[in-house]
C-alpha cells in the first residue's frame, strides 16, 4: 500500500478523550482497543470497501508537526449497508472528524464509530454506534429497514421453499424458541478462555482474510443459507461465506469422524419444521472474533424452528465447553426471508 505518495496536504489534528461502554468495541477485544473515546480531524487519504472490514486511513498532524496516517477499521459492508451507509457518501482528500477508540498494541491503527464530513452530516460506520455530534447520524442497526440489500447471485441453487433460502436478520422480531438465559461470553468465560485475548490480533486476522471456524462462522448478523445436496444440508453465511456440510445420515458416529476447524455436524428433523444440528470434533481456537478461546471439547447445539407461513426462521444455538466456558452460552434470534442473495466472500489479502 503506498498511501504515503498520495498526501499533499494536511490539517491539525484535535484529540481529546470521554469514557465509552466497552460494548461499543462490537466483536473486537477490548484488550487490543483502549476503552477510552478519542475524536480527531483529518483528511481522508484512503478507503477500502472491501471484506471483512471497511478501513478509513486518515492524515493527522502531530504536535511536532510530523505527518501521521491512521488506519482506522470500520464495520462490515452488510451491516453498514443495511442502514444505508454507502461507499459513496465519502470522498478521499476530503477533510472528516472522526471518533473511536485507538490501539493499545499498534501506534496507528484505531476502531473506527464514526465520522462526520464537511457537510456536517455524522454517519454510523459501526452497527451498533450512536450519534455523538448531532442530534440524529445516518447508520446503525437501529436504522435498518426489512429490505433486502444484497443482490447477487450465489453459486449454489436454493430452491426457495421451506427452509432452503436465503434467511436474513430483521428488525422489530422476537425469537419464540425458549431456553437457558442468554449470557455474553465474557462473563461466563474461564480465565483460560479470556487470558487466550492477550495474543489475538485482528488487524493480523483482517489482513490475512482469515476464515474463522465453528461456531463463530455461524455466529454473525448477517445472511444465511440452505441448500439441499443430496442426503445432506449445506448451510453457508454471508460474512465469510464458508460451507459447513450437515449429515442427515444417523448412521455416523461423530466420535469417528476427524477435527476440523467447522467440526463434523449431525443433523436431524425433530419434526418436519425444526432442524437440529449436534456438532461436535472441532479444531479451532477462538471461540469469537474477541479473541477469547475454545478447546477441543467444546460442543455446539442448533435449533432452527420454521413457521408455519414459512416466511420466519426462530433459532437457539448453545454451545457449551468445559475448560472455556462455566455455563452454557445461549444465542437466540429470528431470520427472515427478505429475497436476498449474496456471492462469495471477496477478500484480497494484504
Not at 443459507?225 to 458416529?253: C, K, V, W
Request: proline share 5%; glycine share 8%; hydrophobic share 35%.
Amino acid at each position: 500500500m503506498s498511501i504515503a505518495r498520495r498526501f499533499s496536504t494536511f490539517v491539525v489534528a484535535l484529540a481529546w478523550t470521554t469514557f465509552i461502554p466497552l460494548s461499543a468495541l462490537g466483536h473486537h477485544s477490548t484488550t487490543h482497543f483502549s476503552d477510552e473515546f478519542t475524536e480527531m480531524e483529518g483528511k481522508l487519504v484512503d478507503l477500502h470497501w472491501r471484506n471483512p472490514h471497511v478501513y478509513f486511513f486518515l492524515e493527522t498532524e502531530e504536535v511536532n508537526g510530523d505527518k501521521k496516517v491512521w488506519e482506522m477499521e470500520a464495520g462490515t459492508i452488510y451491516m453498514i449497508g443495511r442502514a444505508g451507509v454507502t461507499e459513496d457518501l465519502f470522498t478521499v482528500g476530503e477533510t472528516i472528524r472522526v471518533a473511536g477508540n485507538k490501539s493499545n498494541v499498534y501506534e496507528d491503527k484505531f476502531w473506527l464509530t464514526n465520522v462526520m464530513g464537511g457537510d456536517g452530516q455524522e454517519i454510523l460506520v459501526v452497527a451498533g454506534g450512536r450519534a455523538r455530534w448531532n442530534d440524529e447520524a445516518l447508520g446503525g442497526r437501529r436504522q435498518w429497514t426489512n429490505e433486502a440489500f444484497l443482490q447477487g447471485d450465489s453459486s449454489l441453487a436454493s430452491s426457495g421453499e421451506g427452509i432452503f433460502r436465503v434467511w436474513s436478520p430483521v428488525v422489530g422480531e422476537t425469537p419464540r424458541i425458549e431456553g437457558p438465559a442468554t449470557n455474553r461470553i465474557p462473563q461466563i468465560a474461564t480465565d483460560l478462555a479470556l487470558s487466550a485475548r492477550e495474543t489475538w490480533d485482528p488487524y493480523a486476522f483482517d489482513d490475512a482474510c482469515e476464515v474463522p471456524g465453528m461456531p463463530r462462522i455461524n455466529d454473525a448478523p448477517h445472511p444465511h443459507q440452505f441448500i439441499q445436496d443430496g442426503e445432506n444440508i449445506i448451510l453457508i453465511g454471508e460474512e465469510f461465506y464458508a460451507p459447513r456440510t450437515i449429515h442427515m445420515n444417523s448412521n455416523i458416529d461423530p466420535n469417528s469422524q476427524s477435527y476440523s476447524k467447522f467440526g463434523f455436524s449431525l443433523g436431524r428433523w425433530h419434526d418436519e419444521n425444526t432442524l437440529v444440528i449436534e456438532t461436535s470434533r472441532i479444531d479451532y481456537n477462538r471461540m469469537d472474533l474477541s479473541g477469547i478461546g475454545q478447546s477441543r471439547e467444546i460442543k455446539v447445539v442448533e435449533k432452527y424452528l420454521l413457521s408455519e407461513e414459512e416466511g420466519r426462521l426462530d433459532y437457539e444455538v448453545i454451545t457449551t465447553d468445559p475448560e472455556m466456558l462455566t455455563e452454557p452460552y445461549v444465542r437466540r434470534g429470528v431470520w427472515m426471508d427478505l429475497g436476498e442473495t449474496f456471492d462469495e466472500f471477496d477478500c484480497t489479502p494484504k
